[in-house]
């Protein structure tokens, strides 16, 4: 593997300086302890084993427990929750690392068991997904959603704020606030999802108004240059789709950069799957966004300098290499070989798959 140099450039980021562009997704894992859903004594290793990424972003965390879709998925709502996050950035800070928390709510992608006494999920439009989510130990179909009354929506956007406070008071760097992959502010932007006739339903800046609104009560909470967003223009994930996704996303990236957030980071093309799954212009976002641009999806490292060389982003997020791979850095600069990750560990579990793969000294050191 030859060495990258660019990927392992310093990078101003907001209020940060980063050693390094390679930046740790954001990656469900499925291991947050019930019935509190306070993240567990292992994400404190897990994470500190991987504080030599530029910047690490958490896995996502409900703002509610209306926010939660997914078994064993940490929170960011109560007391308990907060004191194990400290752990977790203290660990990091401690190891010279910085963290931010992605925060969420999956709108219709829950499941009735999950939910705030056994209520429907909530979502723009009572319109259900075709899609399954991770129950009780087994796959199932997600539940009816029902569509959210006018008068909630403040409630929702209180959730975010506080969601935010909760993670400035645990020590996170800053927050990033999950608006891709088909959970509810991007169910609110895309018309696939949103049928409403309200102030929420209708044009694009109808539609794109949950997702700005939300922004900015973070960025006011956290400060702008500590706020960043997770879009996802054309990806299809949990059963999304708009029929003109370019200028829906100019028009929020427009919004996003008048609001300064520290950055856009961009799921291109379907998440987890192919970078060109639908026509779409990233480099209009580039352009639109004067902040950081954090490109996504499929990255190997070659592609990732290729686009850090020609200045189409300027921090590229890898996910599976950082599961498997707690010194990613170190291998990258060392041209060392990559472990192999382990696809049946991902989602839930115990220390297997999440903190027993080896460093590149331990490999040296055993051999």
């Known amino acids: ?41 292992l994400a404190v290793d897990y994470y500190g ?9 958490t896995e996502a965390s409900q703002v509610s427990q209306q926010g939660q879709g997914y078994q064993d998925t940490p929170g960011i709502y109560s007391k308990e929750q907060v004191e194990a996050w400290r752990k977790v950035t203290d660990r990091v800070h401690e190891r010279g690392g910085r963290i931010f928390i992605q925060i969420w709510h999956v709108g219709r992608i829950s499941h009735v068991t999950l939910q705030p006494n056994g209520g429907a999920p909530v979502a723009p439009s009572a319109i259900r997904a075709k899609g399954k989510t991770f129950v ?37 760097d800053g927050v990033e606030i999950h608006g891709a992959n088909g ?97 779409f212009d990233y480099a209009s976002l580039r352009k639109r966004f004067k902040q950081a641009y954090v490109a996504n999806n499929g990255y190997d490292f070659a592609l990732a300098e290729k686009v850090l060389e020609a200045g189409a982003a300027d921090l590229i997020a890898f996910g599976k290499p950082f599961i498997s791979n707690p010194d990613l850095v ?28 080896p460093t590149l000294k331990a490999t040296e050191a055993a051999e």
């Open 330 to 357: 170190e291998r990258l600069k060392a041209g060392a070989p990559l472990n192999e990750w382990d696809k049946a560990t991902f989602y839930g579990g115990g220390a297997k798959g999440y903190t027993d793969y």
């Open 183 to 279: 959970y509810l502010l991007d169910q609110f932007a895309r018309d696939s999802t949103n049928k409403r006739t309200d102030a929420y339903g209708g044009g694009i800046e109808n539609r794109a108004k949950l997702m700005l609104e939300v922004s900015k009560v973070v960025a006011a909470e956290a400060g702008a240059d500590r706020t960043g967003i997770r879009i996802s223009p054309v990806t299809p994930a949990n059963d999304v789709s708009d029929s003109n996704p370019q200028p829906l996303f100019d028009y929020i990236v427009d919004q996003l950069n008048a609001l300064k957030l520290s950055y856009i980071h961009v799921i291109e093309g379907a998440t987890g799957g192919p970078r060109d799954i639908a026509p």
């Open 136 to 172: 009780n130990g087994t796959f199932a179909d997600v539940s009816e959603p029902r569509a959210l009354e006018l008068s909630e929506i403040p409630g929702i956007i209180e959730d975010f704020k506080r969601g935010t406070a909760n993670a400035l008071a645990a020590g996170f």
């Open 1 to 41: 593997m030859s060495q990258p140099t660019k990927l392992l450039e310093p990078f101003k980021l907001g209020a940060l300086t980063l050693p390094n562009r390679l930046v740790m997704a954001p990656l469900t894992r499925n291991r947050a302890v019930p019935p509190g859903m306070v993240p567990s004594p």
């Open 49 to 57: 084993q991987r504080a030599s990424a530029g910047l690490l972003i």
